[in-house]
């Protein structure tokens, strides 16, 4: 995989980690990704989404971490109604392929097809943040414009039907197979960590030198601390990461 430059990888981070994209320095402004026209303007046929075979999906799901953690957790797979569990876990541990609309709405590849982000969710995300994207999830199956999916999961948020996120949630993103964007594809193996509010600055994201980047998620109302490691979820080293 080619090395990225600082200012690409920046860019990049919009359209890869929990598929989360929105701004941080340095990146494409959300005005001017809008302003761009999107090469997938609507949702396309659900068979593009769904993967050929279940077996294909839980082997995915695994590779986002590594055998220790990923084997002992719950895996779920997507089906045409929604995701749905295929193998109860051990750990409390939840291991999932997420589609394109775990970004937020307003980023170009909404609809990406293509888009296969394997994830590997510790106990607290698993119980507090994963609720949402199942939410999303069946919010996009059952035909809601993107404007009704931001409405819905507001409201669900300030009604409190949605659980408060847990201290301590966080995910393994080490999926050498996994599509996280066309220009990204499987970028680096990284770790991702989840926090209320805006959290950038506490974390000292972003700055020369830090190893942690951030993104907002005002969707979500979540800040995502992404901390890209050496070793894919197999043990392989992953390339370098230039800054």
Not at 172 to 187: F, I, P, V
Request: aromatic share 8%; proline share 9%.
């Amino acid at each position: 995989m080619r090395t990225l430059k600082r200012p690409v990888l920046q860019k990049n981070l919009i359209a890869l980690a929990l598929l989360v994209q929105v701004v941080i320095p340095g990146a494409t402004s959300r005005a001017q990704a809008q302003a761009k026209k999107s090469p997938y303007p609507a949702m396309a046929p659900l068979d593009q989404y769904l993967m050929p075979d279940e077996k294909s999906e839980i082997a995915l799901a695994r590779s986002a971490a590594p055998a220790s953690i990923s084997g002992q957790a719950e895996v779920m797979v997507l089906a045409r109604t929604g995701y749905k569990t295929v193998v109860k876990g051990r750990n409390g541990f939840l291991c999932i392929v997420e589609r394109s609309w775990g970004a937020t709405t307003d980023h170009p590849e909404f609809w990406n097809p293509k888009i296969r982000g394997a994830i590997c969710f510790n106990p607290p995300s698993a119980r507090t943040f994963v609720p949402i994207y199942l939410m999303k999830t069946k919010l996009v199956l059952a035909g809601k414009s993107k404007t009704e999916i931001v409405q819905a999961t507001a409201a669900a948020l300030d009604k409190k039907e949605l659980p408060v996120l847990e201290p301590g949630a966080m995910c393994y993103m080490l999926s050498k197979q996994q599509y996280l964007s066309d220009e990204g594809m499987n970028w680096y193996p990284h770790l991702m960590f989840f926090i209320p509010g805006d959290a950038a600055k506490s974390w000292g994201a972003n700055l020369p030198g830090s190893p942690v980047l951030a993104t907002d998620d005002p969707e979500e109302r979540v800040t995502i601390q992404m901390v890209p490691v050496g070793t894919w979820s197999d043990g392989t080293m992953a390339p370098p990461m230039a800054h």
